[in-house]
């Protein structure tokens, strides 16, 4: 597979070391190094090589202009910046929006949601696991890849299934898009989010034209995509015993259920050391002595954060920061959100669970910390995920009301700060805004890839992707197929 570079010795007992380098299919750029002994992963590094600077693109606009700007940080995700970036707008300006507005937002980002986890399932992560065509974009592939029909012969028309199903995914990812379009003018980079709410006004066709494709996609989710994460997970049960990495995880809170944000879909929540903690944003900061960025930096809140890069200092190897929640290096995502919430399973998880596994599973924390904290957990969760979220869309549709007012007019304060707390698909996201002369005077933003693919923190502390590395089977160096299925899990 090209981008995979080994250096060291092979044999059991001897150390080998494993450069990939990129890692492909994953939104963002990444190079994964770990180091192999006696066919297990013993250390790794994650770098991110791309310095972005869209804190210092930001300086000195006119804060309206950050939910556009933002939105070219991810091309999976750009709906999940402008709702941060909004929220923290909305905070800045002391604006409260109505709840038509609200609603009208869940239903843009929740389209996204949907179009994002089948993306990343089908035309991300799926491809460790199943054989297509031995044309792009199924190769390159490793020459040891462990594919399905590689552990059963007898899978066949399950790989087939699955290679129909990559590209019927293709067609249901395009009715997502069109449904987020609906009201967010377009996809990627919508128009229709801004502060105060949202631009276009629901009315019974539009609301009926989401309807109509909502179906299409909840068929696709039902009968589809949550049977085959739980049949492809079955052939692979020892991929729910590794990659547990801290067993740490934070959510902020999505999909706010009232207009005082104090209730929500997925609800906010920290979970280290075995036990449940209440969100506190002031125990965020970040730091950088591994980081390409100055150390006076390290170690802020990011309402006190800089961004100073420093692409020439010893010892760093990422353009990442590393967040940390009280000391915690903690993961981000469906996992986190699911763990945090405990949601019940759906139907299909439930009956494949039991027949599967033997797991009588009515909940999410009934798969157990080990099993959840996996690199198959991790699929399940977002699966499971994208069921559960199925019926908030269906009462949305029918909460929003035709030709009611989106929007609430606003002054911009000359001062002004805000924090937008929400999270993309891939994991918690917030955006902080601080207002001066009626310009952006400070912009922070800590996403998902911050949180998962971080380095190492000033306490020398891996971050999360790199410590569920740890211990990743690597029997073949020259086929790792697990280090690259365990980094795509996250979904970075």
């Given amino acids: 597979m090209s981008g995979c570079k080994r250096n060291g010795a092979a044999a059991s007992g001897k150390t080998a070391h494993i450069a990939i380098d990129p890692v492909t299919r994953i939104e963002g750029h990444l190079k994964a190094d770990v180091t192999v002994e006696n066919g297990k992963v013993v250390d790794a590094k994650l770098s991110g090589g791309m310095y972005r600077g869209f804190e210092q693109i930001l300086r000195g606009r006119d804060p309206r202009d950050s939910s556009q700007i933002v939105q070219r940080i991810c091309g999976v995700c750009p709906t999940a910046h402008a709702t941060a970036s909004i929220m923290a707008q909305d905070a800045a300006f002391g604006v409260k929006v109505t709840n038509n507005a609200r609603v009208t937002r869940n239903l843009v980002l929740g389209a996204n949601y949907l179009q994002s986890h089948i993306l990343h399932f089908y035309h991300l992560a799926a491809q460790d696991f199943v054989q297509g065509p031995d044309s792009a974009p199924f190769v390159p592939r490793y020459q040891k890849s462990d594919l399905l029909e590689d552990r059963n012969k007898d899978l066949k028309a399950v790989n087939a299934a699955a290679v129909d199903q990559y590209i019927e995914a293709l067609d249901v990812r395009a009715v997502c898009h069109e449904m987020v379009a609906i009201w967010g ?178 909940r999410f924390r009934d798969l157990g910390e080990d099993a959840a904290f996996s690199l198959m957990g991790r699929h399940v969760a977002r699966a499971e995920e994208t069921w559960y979220m199925l019926d908030f869309i269906d009462s949305w549709l029918k909460e929003v009301k035709p030709d009611e007012e989106t929007f609430t007019a606003f002054e911009i304060p000359e001062t002004g700060e805000g924090t937008g707390f929400t999270e993309a698909p891939r994991g918690a996201l917030l955006h902080y805004l601080n207002v001066k002369d009626s310009k952006i005077d400070n912009y922070q933003i800590v996403s998902a890839t911050l949180w998962n693919c971080n380095p190492r923190d000033d306490k020398g502390v891996r971050g999360p992707v790199e410590e569920a590395l740890i211990g990743i089977p690597v029997p073949d160096i020259d086929n790792p197929v697990n280090v690259a299925r365990l980094i795509r899990a996250f979904d970075p």
Wanted: glycine share 10%.
């Fill in 185 to 362: 003018g377009k996809m990627p980079h919508v128009q229709g989010l801004v502060a105060g709410g949202a631009t276009e006004m629901p009315t019974k066709d539009r609301i009926l034209e989401y309807a109509v494709r909502f179906k299409k996609v909840r068929d696709f989710v039902n009968n589809k995509y949550l049977p085959t994460v739980y049949t492809v997970g079955s052939v692979y049960p020892d991929m729910f015993k590794v990659g547990q990495g801290h067993k740490a995880c934070i959510a902020y809170g999505v999909f706010p259920l009232d207009n005082a944000y104090s209730k929500f879909m997925m609800k906010s929540g920290v979970y280290y050391d075995g036990k449940d903690h209440k969100f506190d944003a002031s125990k965020i900061h970040e730091d950088v002595k591994y980081s390409w960025f100055e150390d006076s930096t390290t170690g802020l809140h990011y309402s006190e954060g800089e961004t100073v890069p420093a692409p020439h200092k010893d010892g760093a190897y990422s353009f990442i920061k590393a967040p940390r929640y009280d000391g915690v290096a903690c993961e981000v995502g469906p996992l986190a959100r699911m763990w945090v919430e405990n949601p019940p399973l759906s139907p299909v998880g439930q009956k494949m669970l039991k027949e599967k596994f033997g797991m009588d599973a009515k």
